[in-house]
């Protein structure tokens, strides 16, 4: 958690400071876009690497290479030379490290717990991921108003050690490798096939995907809608990101407290069409308060999809299967989410904020009828 409020004081500083630099949405998007190409390339390969490798060695090492890269950009605003493009290409290389952090971090729940305890851990780890994102936007909405962006990526780069000694600190039992005789390219095409088999697990993929390339792509251009829209400051900025990080943990307790009562296929439906109604509404309100209210309702919506999302798909593949099969669940969202970003930028600084996010929800909306519509099994998981 210390670690994860670090991160998301990062993210409020690096977005209102790109767009003091550059004053332009599509500067937003690029910066986001950045992280997508080395993602596609590498994050499946992640996913064998996972399987191969002891998922622990693997997030001491990600974890590192973010606290570096979180100091360089403090070391470059300190000394005020900072510019978008090295903010970009910052952003490229963290790319790199995540597409390999990203599946090892969701195999390495089962690592920790065990599978009969997986589905509360699942929801557990997004309740103390979303308390920080209610620390991490206040506290880093005030310190960018108050010390400057620089001391925010400074202390981003310090809380990582927390997260680095946890992980140096468990006892776990010995690494077992997965994947037998298996090539590494063999590896990765078998987790293709194996997830492309089972019609549940295809559409949870699938909704991850409508959800991390469409819904979710408001966020990156939060900073320009908080500004021109709501005519409002850094403290107001992270007060709406605190918003939704308040939905995020109330979502979080409700799936852990009664997620286990079936009927989450149900619950995933309910809930992934009535998130874009709530973004639409969000999009085309102009008062400061109310758009705070809306942000709760948007991190419900998108925890709650996220949340069922990982726990069902992590419920329904095998062991030997789980890190390949979550780097495809990690590359919707670090592969995919970029260009999506990309394109409500452009469409942001050509046709309005409001046109831009709007549009965003209704592609979510069709989308995601069409998986629920297409897939009876979805609806059918308990």
């Keep these: 958690m210390i670690s994860n409020i670090g991160t998301w ?33 590498v994050t499946p390969w992640g996913g064998v690497l996972g399987d191969r490798v002891s998922n622990r060695k693997i997030l001491i090492i990600t974890q590192t ?50 599978r009969a305890d997986m589905p509360n ?22 310190l960018l108003s108050w010390v ?44 293709v096939v194996y997830a492309m088999c089972i019609v549940e697990v295809k559409a949870l993929l699938a909704m991850a995907f409508v959800l991390s390339t469409f819904g979710i792509t408001y966020s990156t251009v939060m900073p320009a809608f908080v500004k021109e829209v709501l005519n409002a400051g850094p403290e107001a900025f992270g007060t709406v990101n605190a918003g939704a990080g308040v939905g995020a943990i109330l979502a979080a307790v409700m799936i852990a407290s009664f997620g286990n009562s079936g009927k989450r296929g149900i619950w995933l439906s309910v809930v992934a069409l009535l998130f874009p109604i709530v973004l639409t509404l969000f999009a085309w309100n102009r008062s400061y308060y109310l758009a705070i ?15 069922l999302i990982n726990t069902l798909l992590q419920t329904r593949i095998s062991d ?34 409001s046109i831009a996010l709007s549009g965003s929800a209704l592609i979510t909306l069709i989308l995601s009828a069409w998986v629920i519509g297409r897939t009876p099994e979805l609806r059918a998981l308990q």
Excluded: K
């Excluded at 300190?78 to 970009?88: G, M």
């Excluded at 290409?89 to 995540?98: E, I, Q």
């Excluded at 394109?343 to 600084?349: D, K, R, S």
């Design 9 to 41: 004081m990062q993210i409020i500083a690096q977005g209102w400071l790109v767009y003091e630099l550059s004053h332009s949405e599509l500067a937003l998007g690029i910066v986001s876009f950045a992280s997508a190409i080395p993602a596609l390339l």
């Design 65 to 114: 290479l973010q606290m570096l890269s979180a100091l360089i950009l403090a070391a470059l605003t300190f000394s005020e030379t900072v510019q978008v493009w090295h903010i970009v290409v910052l952003a490229g290389a963290l790319g790199f490290v995540n597409a390999v952090d990203g599946p090892a971090r969701q195999a390495f729940v089962v690592d920790m717990v065990g």
């Design 121 to 142: 851990a699942i929801a557990v780890n997004s309740m103390t991921f979303n308390s920080a994102r209610i620390f991490g936007p206040a506290v880093g909405g005030l």
């Design 148 to 191: 400057g962006a620089d001391w925010c990526f400074l202390l981003n780069g310090i809380s990582f050690l927390a997260v680095i000694a946890g992980l140096a600190a468990m006892t776990l039992p010995p690494h077992r490798p997965r994947g037998g005789t298996q090539s590494p390219l063999q590896q990765m095409r078998s987790g």
């Design 293 to 307: 209210g809306l942000a709760l309702l948007l991190g419900i919506g998108f925890m709650s999809q996220f949340t």
């Design 320 to 353: 030997e299967m789980r890190g390949r099969v979550l780097s495809l669940y990690t590359l919707t969202f670090f592969g995919f989410t970029p260009f999506g970003n990309l394109a409500i930028g452009a469409v942001a600084e050509r046709w309005g904020l």
